[in-house]
T-cell receptor
Framework: GAVVSQHPSWVICKSGTSVKIECRSL??????MFWYRQFPKQSLMLMATSNEGSKATYEQGVEKDKFLINHASLTLSTLTVTSAHPEDSSFYICSATVPGQLGAFFGQGTRLTVV | QQQVKQSPQSLIVQKGGISIINCAYENTAFDYFPWYQQFPGKGPALLIA?????SEKKEGRFTISFNKSAKQFSLHIMDSQPGDSATYFC???????????FGGGTRLMVKP
C-alpha cells in the first residue's frame, strides 16, 4: 500500500525559531500533497495544497509567509513554520494522493510544541 | 464552504455491539467517500471507502451504507472491540485534485 512518512513525529522549539517538517511518499510519486493542522478533539483543517514544481495554494486565513511550503520533488514536501510562537503549537499532518487513485494517504503527524 | 456533517460527536458502545456513525453532504459533485480511523497522536488511516455507484460496501467488520438520493452515508462497525476505540472521520472528495472535505469526527469508545 501507499506509505507516507512524516518527520519528525514531535518537536519542541523555542519561540521565535523556525521548524521544518518533512513529508515523504515512500513507494509512489506524489504530484499533490496536502498539509493539515489539527487541534485537540477537532477535525483536520486544510492549510494548503502543495503541487510539485509550483507554488502552494493556501486556504483562506493561512499565512503563506508564516507557513512556508516547498514541494521540490515528487516524493518530498516540506512545511516550515517560521518564527514560531506558542499559538502555533498543534498537530500537523500531511497527506499525499496516489496517481490514478482517489482520496489520500496520511503521514503519522508531527506534534509541534512552541515554548 | 463545502461541508460534510458527521454525527454523533461521541459514541460509547459495549464490546460486541454495533457502532453506527452517520455523515451527510451537500455537494453532489462529490464522488468518493472514504472513512478514516485515527488513534491519539497518529495520523488518520484509511479504513474503507465507497463510490456512489454502489449502495453498500463491506470489508470485514466494517460496512459503509450509501444513500445517494438522501446524500447520506454511514459506517457500521459490527462486533465492536475495545481496539476499535478511536476517532473516526468521514470525508468526501470530488474530481478536483483529490482534495478531501472532512466531517467533524466521532470519538468512539468500546467498553469491554
Amino acid at each position: 500500500g501507499a506509505v507516507v512518512s512524516q518527520h519528525p513525529s514531535w518537536v519542541i522549539c523555542k519561540s521565535g525559531t523556525s521548524v521544518k517538517i518533512e513529508c515523504r511518499s515512500l513507494d509512489f510519486q506524489a504530484t499533490t500533497m496536502f498539509w493539515y493542522r489539527q487541534f485537540p478533539k477537532q477535525s483536520l483543517m486544510l492549510m494548503a495544497t502543495s503541487n510539485e514544481g509550483s507554488k502552494a495554494t493556501y486556504e483562506q486565513g493561512v499565512e503563506k509567509d508564516k507557513f512556508l511550503i516547498n514541494h521540490a520533488s515528487l516524493t518530498l514536501s516540506t512545511l516550515t513554520v517560521t518564527s514560531a510562537h506558542p499559538e502555533d503549537s498543534s498537530f500537523y499532518i500531511c497527506s499525499a494522493t496516489v496517481p490514478g487513485q482517489l482520496g489520500a494517504f496520511f503521514g503519522q503527524g508531527t506534534r509541534l510544541t512552541v515554548v | 464552504q463545502q461541508q460534510v456533517k458527521q454525527s454523533p460527536q461521541s459514541l460509547i458502545v459495549q464490546k460486541g455491539g454495533i457502532s453506527i456513525i452517520n455523515c451527510a453532504y451537500e455537494n453532489t459533485a462529490f464522488d468518493y467517500f472514504p472513512w478514516y480511523q485515527q488513534f491519539p497522536g497518529k495520523g488518520p488511516a484509511l479504513l474503507i471507502a465507497i463510490r456512489p455507484d454502489v449502495s453498500e460496501k463491506k470489508e470485514g467488520r466494517f460496512t459503509i451504507s450509501f444513500n445517494k438520493s438522501a446524500k447520506q452515508f454511514s459506517l457500521h462497525i459490527m462486533d465492536s472491540q475495545p481496539g476499535d476505540s478511536a476517532t473516526y472521520f468521514c470525508a468526501a472528495c470530488g474530481n478536483a485534485g483529490n482534495m478531501l472535505t472532512f466531517g467533524g469526527g466521532t470519538r468512539l469508545m468500546v467498553k469491554p
